[in-house]
């Protein structure tokens, strides 16, 4: 074999190594983001549905507590104002901080129910907050669990040399989760 004919032959595998590397780069990487994207949505529609179950059990809530507690009108408005807001709603970090803000309402309502001991007595009224407290646990879990999702990606469309492929096929940040300082603060309950 004459010496062009081998540093053709070289040439070519060495070609195909590296097309094949390069392939191997996009195709992998590619086929992790659309894996981790997918995870983050179905994450996100997790934290839909626990969302939406407290968005439907609201209005009976302030209806059982508007019978004890007709002079508490700003509170349950603002619960419902709120409420109404969720559902207007349309990309997540709107729906995010919707949610937060329904959140905060659902505090101050719950130390108004404080207020009122007859109330906290009724069963229909105790039935609602028990539902209410297990869909706000589900909400947390729900919302660690697409937290976790969302770093796992954006972790990923960060990484050299990951994200210059993430920005070549336009893959951006998703949104956490957060919960914002004010909901912090223990609401105050006072007689």
């Known amino acids: 074999m ?48 626990q969302l939406q179950r407290r968005y439907d059990l609201i209005p009976n809530l302030v209806e059982t507590v508007k019978g004890y507690a007709k002079q508490e009108k700003d509170v349950l408005i ?3 104002n709120a409420r109404a807001k969720v559902g207007g709603a349309g990309t997540i970090p709107d729906k995010i901080n919707a949610n937060n803000q329904l959140t905060g309402a659902l505090s101050r309502l719950l130390v108004v129910v404080e207020r009122y001991p007859d109330l906290k007595s009724n069963q229909n009224f105790m039935r609602l907050q028990d539902e209410l407290a297990g869909t706000e646990n589900r909400i947390a879990v729900e919302r660690r669990r697409y937290n976790e999702s969302v770093q796992t990606f954006n972790v990923a469309i960060r990484s050299f040399p990951a994200n210059l492929l993430a920005g070549m096929f336009g893959f951006r940040q998703a949104a956490f989760f957060e919960v914002p300082a004010a909901a912090k603060a223990a609401p105050q309950v006072k007689f």
Request: glycine letters at 6%.
């Open 78 to 80: 603002e619960v419902t």
């Open 2 to 49: 004459s010496a062009g004919k081998r540093n053709l032959i070289i040439g070519l595998l060495i070609f195909l190594v590296i097309a094949f590397s390069l392939y191997s780069f996009f195709k992998g990487n590619y086929n992790t983001f659309v894996t981790l994207d997918e995870a983050v949505k179905a994450s996100w529609a997790q934290v839909e549905n």
